[in-house]
């Protein structure tokens, strides 16, 4: 069985509190881009999980994030007949903030869920997921959506309008525990207004929503180039500029096509990892 897992990005992304487990409650936007991975899952003769990809650096042992989904996958249903191959062609750079390896682990769920035939809801894979990673259950979901507490509760709003946005991911490899160790030694946080920004997604409401995109990990993770990435996505006329996730990439959102392909050509000849996308309704599709 074969799909393609999305890419996403935090129109919003703000943290309430650290909880006593050492998990965040969060308060996010979420929307898919049309970046994706593609993920393989067929069963195996040899009684194991094995795992193959494309990019160098991508861990192919129990730390890829579809072999971890795989295992708790597995164990919730108490499957003990474990023989599958997971291929993973990687498109979405790694370490960079917008999903990559939920995008994987996502897929493998969905793809067990009809390979045993065990008929689970979405919501029954979301709460598998959740135990992997807080990214997972809306990269199972897809669109438009909050996420809130640990990422675990979805609520799917409407389609984002049309646009295009532009993803820029500078040298750096951003380690999520240690962007959130950054945060916690922040002495002050200027939260964003979530309330607006609830408003502005329900109705919809591109310029709105473009005025309050914000995320609070920008307070807290140093990524030297972030100006000089929204500077020229500025002057091409995003209407917002945004670090996605734990960063480093940092996103674009234009209305007009023209603009967002001189942002993207300008960004190319200075960084390699830049992309040209619009909002993707569903986060896997199958191929
Ligand atoms: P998020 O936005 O969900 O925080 P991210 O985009 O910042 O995720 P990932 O691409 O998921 O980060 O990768 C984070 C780390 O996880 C990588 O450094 C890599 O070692 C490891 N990893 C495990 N499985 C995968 C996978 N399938 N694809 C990419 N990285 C993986």
Redesign the pocket.
């Known amino acids: 069985m074969k799909v393609k897992s999305a890419a996403k990005i935090n129109l919003m992304l703000d943290i309430l509190k650290k909880l006593d487990n050492g998990y965040h409650s969060l308060f996010m936007i979420m929307q898919s881009v049309d970046l994706y991975d593609t993920v393989s899952v067929e069963k195996n003769d040899e009684d194991k999980i094995i795992i193959k990809c494309d990019t160098d ?3 192919c042992n129990e ?4 072999y971890k989904c795989a295992v708790a996958f597995f164990d919730a249903l108490s499957i003990t007949e474990r023989g599958i191959t997971i291929e ?1 062609e ?1 498109a ?1 750079p ?9 995008a ?1 682990g996502a897929a493998v769920l969905y793809c067990l869920n009809k390979i045993y035939n065990t008929n689970l809801s979405i919501k029954e894979l979301c709460e598998i997921g959740a135990k992997v ?1 807080a ?1 997972i259950p809306f990269s199972l979901v897809g669109g438009t959506a909050i996420a809130l507490g640990t990422g675990t509760i979805i609520a799917s709003v409407k389609d984002l309008p049309e646009c295009y946005i532009v993803l820029c991911k500078p040298e750096q ?2 380690s ?1 525990p240690e962007a959130y160790a950054e945060f916690d030694s922040l002495n002050r946080v200027r939260h964003l207004d979530r309330i607006l920004m609830v408003d502005a997604v329900a109705d919809g409401d591109y310029e709105k929503i473009c005025k309050l995109c914000g995320n609070v990990f920008e307070q807290a993770v140093e990524v030297p180039k972030r100006p000089h990435i929204k500077g020229v996505m500025r002057k091409c006329g995003a209407d917002a500029c945004v670090m996605s ?2 960063g480093p990439t940092v996103y674009g959102i234009f209305s007009n096509k023209e603009n967002a392909e001189d942002a993207y050509n300008k960004l190319s000849k200075k960084y390699d990892n830049v992309y040209l996308c619009k909002p993707a309704k569903h986060g896997i599709t199958e191929v």
Request: proline share 4%; no cysteine.
């Open positions: 650096g991508v861990p730390k890829n994030i579809a993973i990687k979405i790694m370490a960079a903030g917008i999903a990559g390896g939920s994987d990673g990214d490899d951003v999520t996730g734990s």
